[in-house]
């Protein structure tokens, strides 16, 4: 598989947008900094992310980017796509004339590895390279992050929390 700067390239700059968790925009300037990604090829694949409905953009002072859609909605294979980045195997770019005009012996070997090279990265959400992103920071930096008990156990909610409490309700 042939896979460009520019799918790369766009997975990581709305991973980069995805972690700065801002209620304010974030501008390409910002993103080009971090990941060292050139400002001009960012507006390029930017304004094809925007096209495709997967970030939206705030003009004038303060402006930037945001996402579009929560981050568990947009897989990776959605963002690769945006761009126009294809994701394809064969030699051909699926056209069957790979060998002599006519399908090679493997063009059905390639295709089925596009499949499942597609069905991977369709699998894989931004939230959850996110959520990797951040457990790898955490564990760099040694800070253990902290278990939120109600999503653990909650079928206790906040009545079974006042039950337990030191204060009176």
Same mark, same amino acid.
């Given at each position: ?18 972690? #700065?968790?801002?209620?304010?925009? %974030? ?5 080009? #900094? ?48 945006? %761009? ?6 064969? #030699? ?37 390279? %996110?959520?990797? #992103? ?7 930096s040694g800070v253990v992050p902290m278990l939120d008990m109600r999503k653990v156990m909650p079928e206790r909610g906040v009545m079974a929390e006042?039950?337990?409490? %030191?204060?009176?309700?």
């Amino acid at each position: 598989m042939r896979l460009t700067t520019k799918g790369r390239f766009a997975v990581t700059a709305l991973l980069d947008l995805a972690m #700065q968790r801002s209620a304010h925009p %974030v501008t390409l300037a910002e993103i080009s #900094q971090r990941q060292q990604i050139s400002l001009s090829y960012l507006e390029q694949l930017f304004a094809k992310l925007r096209q495709r409905a997967l970030v939206d953009s705030v003009r004038g002072p303060g402006g930037g980017y945001c996402l579009a859609r929560d981050m568990a909605e947009v897989s990776i294979a959605e963002i690769i796509l945006a %761009v126009d980045e294809p994701m394809d195997s064969t #030699q051909c770019s699926g056209k069957e004339n790979c060998h002599n005009d006519k399908k090679c012996m493997t063009h059905d070997l390639w295709i089925k590895l596009n499949d499942l090279i597609f069905d991977h990265l369709g699998a894989i959400t931004l939230k959850q390279l %996110v959520d990797d #992103q951040r457990a790898r920071q955490a564990k760099q930096s040694g800070v253990v992050p902290m278990l939120d008990m109600r999503k653990v156990m909650p079928e206790r909610g906040v009545m079974a929390e006042r039950e337990h409490s %030191v204060y009176p309700a």
